[in-house]
């Protein structure tokens, strides 16, 4: 075999799974665009808050943090994050602040920290000192440049037409060249059911979900590079510093019928500007520019990470659903955990959470596949 491990991928899922791998042996990363950290991953809202997410994704937060604080110097800066809730979503509002573990805060305090809010539409804020922004480019760049370290290698504008079984492997085609090895990771984001199809495996059910969002220039001319994150009850918008100015999203998530490179609708963006609007004393008068990415969840929105229990050497690192940032540290530990045959750190309920085995317990018969090849 060319290589004993060939990674699908190459998003914050793939080159952290590919640098833990690369202790285990030699890895190939491929990835279809021509630069790293393409669709969702590059399209990230980038905050580490760790109470954030389905239950078992809080669980990696947590198992990530140490990472995140040390990994290169660390990549977490100081963001916080604001919950604000208006008139009728009182309940929506308790929910929340319980969930995530926020503590409620007065108007007054609210509008000191971030002085375009209307006192007169706020009716309950909560606030979280220990939310972080990410330096998601420099996770990637510190994680594919352990692969190469390692003696692997990272490759862009190699998108995967085929993936066949053989004997002690596999073998992908990408481009005009094909390439072999012992064990595959599907880390292809909204496109993993599509190569675990190509490869022969059942594919999950992995549902692409749309999120859209606009920048819009710092509003009132204010400096708002140390304002919190802003999220509306229920997760209903957002808005957060970026580069000198506003990001704002509806935090939409519209299933899309196929994988694709996304991109926004004007309704749905007014939609989440609108949402924005009701809380703030600013008017919104443009945007300066506007992109949407995929999210892509699992059936039970956990994500799915390790080896098919069809084939174990078909590796899943898939179903991120938005948290792929916070959750990669951990997320790629447990992978090399599972194909080292160590036992992980994460506690075994947890693994069993994680596990794409949690899906091959419906009675349906596995897709065929094809014969393995010399």
Known sequence: MDHDFLVIGGGIAGTSAGARLSDLGRVLLLEAETALAYHASGRSAALYEANYGHHVTIALNLASREDHDTLDGGVL???????????????????????????????????????????????????????????????VQVFARTIRENGGAVETGAKVTEVT???????????????????????????????????????????????SVARIPAPGGHDVSGWPMLLGAGEGWYAKADAGALIVSPAEEDPVAEPHDAWPEDLVLAEGIARYQDFVTEEVTRVTSSWAGLRTFSPDRAL???????????????????????????????????????????????????????????????????????
């Open 304 to 374: 799915v990470l390790g080896p098919d229990p069809s084939d174990a050497t078909f590796v899943w690192v898939a179903g991120q659903g938005g948290y792929g940032f916070q959750t990669a540290p951990a997320a790629s530990r447990l992978i090399a955990d599972l194909v080292a045959g160590r036992p992980p750190v994460l506690d075994p309920a947890t693994v069993a959470a994680l596990s794409p085995a949690r899906f091959r317990q419906t009675g349906k018969p596995p897709l065929s596949r094809p014969a393995p090849k010399a």
């Open 165 to 211: 079984r053989i004997n002690g492997g596999w073998r992908v085609r990408a481009g005009s060249e094909s390439r072999t090895a012992r064990h595959l990771v599907n880390a292809a984001g909204a496109w993993a059911d599509q190569v675990a199809v190509m490869a022969g495996i059942a594919p999950l059910g992995l549902r692409p979900m749309r999120r």
């Open 77 to 139: 800066s100081p963001r916080g994050l604001m919950l604000l809730a208006g008139k009728g979503q009182e309940a929506q509002f308790a929910h929340d602040i319980v969930a995530m573990d926020m503590s409620p805060i007065d108007v007054d305090e609210a509008v000191a920290r971030v002085p375009i809010l209307n006192p007169d539409a706020v009716t309950g804020v909560a606030f979280d000192g220990d939310a972080w922004d990410i330096d998601t480019d420099r996770l």
